[in-house]
């Protein structure tokens, strides 16, 4: 998958092209244009989209499958700091900038360390910045054009090989790839083939909710974007697919299934739990509450509850069993329900802290500095951690 060919899928889906290059044109860029055909990857008919850039009088359709891979080597082209700048003058919805503006951090941040450099320095050339920024923006719009409330997605499917490049021969999936993979669930295939560009992996890596489906849902609508390159086996498409819940029910889309693994011990040491507590969270739990009870024959003891993934529950319970005293671990299924969340950088006159956003249909309820970054800054300053707080907050909202 690349930016073009998620955009692409959507609209097979039935995004109308027309909206979506009306709202791509709050963008303070003049120089494009974007056009959709219908087309044949081996044997499945998909929906091919490109964005054409006039530059110096000529115009150029930038190869979509390589997007990024060239990027640090352009010491000519747009900063990141400027492509930023150039996204949020677009005047976006607060879901649709913040989720491009977080597609664009997650690839400048995998490049930097590809490169061994910071995000700042970080330069696209001057096509292919245009062309990722009508990409990622497109991407992050699409999403809200057609009303998605949470996305979902099947473990990723990778190449293997290597590839000539820019820098040279490098293995699949490229540096900046799998840099943005990290933490994600990924399916190994035989394709000797790149099948995943930066550009993809970030629009995964930041729309995806949860990468298990949900269930009882309608299938309203399947579309397939197709890449450049001519592939047919497999045939080089990706598919999206459009669910809507049904009439009266509350809609699945916002929930997950997630799985809470409860015991109790009294025979437990305070060191013994806080170990326990610390592998818990190195495995991946999405949370660990440890509370003091009162146990059988009036024992003081512990209540272990652990949330986490569907995926990772037993894994978790062999790490119960294993570091605690306790016999067994009661478990079940449950559903909750999350605001979707976007993590930006903010600039402050102090530095730069990360703050969290929960968004609810697009809209941006909730602006949350990150503690970490707040008390770096307040140590470094000598200004309290409330007082850099409220800084953070408040430079954010300005900025929005």
Do not use: W
């Not at 943005?180 to 035989?190: A, D, F």
């Amino acid at each position: 998958m690349a930016g073009d060919m998620f955009v692409a899928a959507l609209i097979d889906c039935g995004l109308d092209l027309q909206v979506l290059e009306n709202e791509l044109r709050k963008l303070p860029l003049d120089n494009f244009r974007i056009t959709s055909e219908e087309v044949k990857r081996g044997a499945i008919r998909a929906c091919h989209v490109a964005v054409h850039i006039t530059a110096e009088g000529r115009e150029q359709t930038e190869d979509r499958f390589h997007d990024h891979q060239s990027s640090h080597s352009h010491s000519h082209g747009r900063s990141y700091r400027r492509i930023i700048e150039t996204i949020r003058r677009g005047q976006f919805s607060p879901g649709t900038e913040a989720r491009a503006l977080a597609i664009f951090r997650t690839i400048a941040e995998a490049e930097a360390r590809v490169h061994g450099t910071s995000v700042e320095e970080v330069h696209f050339h001057e096509v292919g910045a245009i062309d990722s920024i009508v990409d990622v923006c497109a991407a992050a719009l699409a999403v809200e054009l057609l009303g998605i409330s949470r996305v979902t997605c099947s473990a990723i499917g990778i190449g293997r090989g290597v590839r000539r490049m820019a820098h040279g021969e490098v293995p699949i999936p490229a540096p900046a790839t799998a840099e943005i993979l990290l933490g994600l669930p990924v399916r190994r295939t035989e394709v000797e083939d790149e099948l995943l560009t930066p550009t993809g992996a970030a629009i995964l890596k930041v729309l995806v909710d949860d990468f298990h489906p949900c269930g009882d849902l309608v299938l309203q609508a399947i579309g397939y974007g197709a890449g450049t390159a001519d592939r047919a086996d497999p045939p080089n498409v990706v598919r999206a697919q459009l669910f809507r819940v049904s009439a009266g029910e509350d809609p699945c889309t916002s929930r997950e299934t997630i799985t809470v693994l409860e015991t109790q011990v009294d025979d437990c040491s305070g060191e013994i739990m806080g170990q326990a507590r610390q592998l818990l969270e190195d495995a991946g739990a999405l949370d660990v509450l440890i509370q003091s009870v009162q146990m059988k024959k009036n024992r003081p003891g512990f209540l272990l509850t652990v949330v986490a993934t569907p995926d990772k529950a037993s894994h978790l319970e062999d790490i119960i069993l294993r570091s605690t005293s306790t016999f067994g671990v009661r478990r079940h299924d449950t559903q909750r329900r999350s605001l979707e969340r976007q993590v930006v950088t903010v600039h402050t006159p102090l530095g730069g802290a990360r703050i969290k956003l929960g968004i609810l249909h697009g809209e941006v309820i909730k602006a949350t500095p990150e503690f970490v970054d707040c008390d770096r800054l307040a140590k470094a300053s000598g200004i309290s951690l409330i007082e850099v707080m409220a800084l953070v907050e408040r430079t954010f909202r300005e900025n929005r």
